[in-house]
């Protein structure tokens, strides 16, 4: 039901250590919903399969998010295609680090040095990701714009590289707006059984994580009813 597929979600970002507890990463997934980042009904699938791929990238997730639904307004046609460009490149900053210096370096910067700020991760990374962007939009060859783009991306990129080449992450983020208190949000304006059911649902979440430190999905079995 919604409530288990919620609760998937959550552990999902719990357990990549993207958010702090579960009440933020029931605000992450609120805020999405309220920004319309289910419209394809893949966002808690693409939460629970690129989560650990997001960390990777050293982005916090409010970053994250804010580039998908900048990815859905550039006209990418789901959430699961900007998910998965941002996964992929979570997997280059651990897997293909030459590939990612030598594309920084082309762009006009230390390569070495913008790289390590990705592996450290937090708001030196989200920084490095708007400047790296700032440089790719200012590229005027369309060609050599989406290039850079891919060899950022990768081929999962794909159709929508252009859509991609476009991001601006600091503008997605000032768009996108706080995601602190979305759950409540939500359930005040939801009312009634729903919002009822949500309040259980998030007491049962923080009785799990707040006693013994068990993985959310072990701690969940007994909470969730399909």
Do not use: C, H
Not at 57 to 85: C, F, H, K, P, Y
Not at 116 to 126: L, N, V, Y
Not at 154 to 168: E, H, M, R
Not at 197 to 210: L, N, V, W
């Amino acid at each position: 039901g919604e409530t288990s597929d919620t609760l998937r979600g959550v552990g999902a970002l719990y357990n990549s250590q993207l958010v702090d507890g579960p009440q933020e990463a029931y605000d992450v997934i609120a805020k999405a919903t309220q920004m319309g980042l289910n419209r394809q009904g893949d966002l808690i699938d693409s939460i629970s399969e690129y989560s650990t791929g997001w960390k990777q990238t050293g982005l916090d997730v409010d970053t994250t998010m804010a580039l998908i639904d900048q990815s859905l307004e550039n006209g990418v046609d789901n959430t699961d295609r900007a998910a998965d460009a941002i996964r992929e490149f979570g997997r280059r900053v651990y897997e293909e680090g030459d590939t990612l210096k030598e594309t920084f370096t082309s762009l006009g910067f230390n390569g070495e040095a913008m790289y390590d700020k990705f592996k450290k991760g937090g708001p030196e990374a989200a920084a490095a990701f708007d400047q790296v962007f700032d440089a790719i939009r200012a590229i005027e060859d369309p060609a050599e714009r989406a290039a850079a783009t891919q060899a950022l991306l990768g081929d999962t990129a794909g159709d929508f590289i252009n859509a991609f080449s476009q991001w601006d992450p600091s503008a997605a983020v000032d768009k996108y707006g706080e995601i602190t208190g979305a759950a409540q949000k939500a359930s005040d304006v939801m009312g009634g059984t729903s919002a009822a059911a949500m309040e259980s649902a998030m007491r049962g979440i923080e009785t799990a994580a707040d006693g013994v430190k068990l993985s959310l999905a072990e701690a969940f079995s007994p909470l969730i009813i399909d």
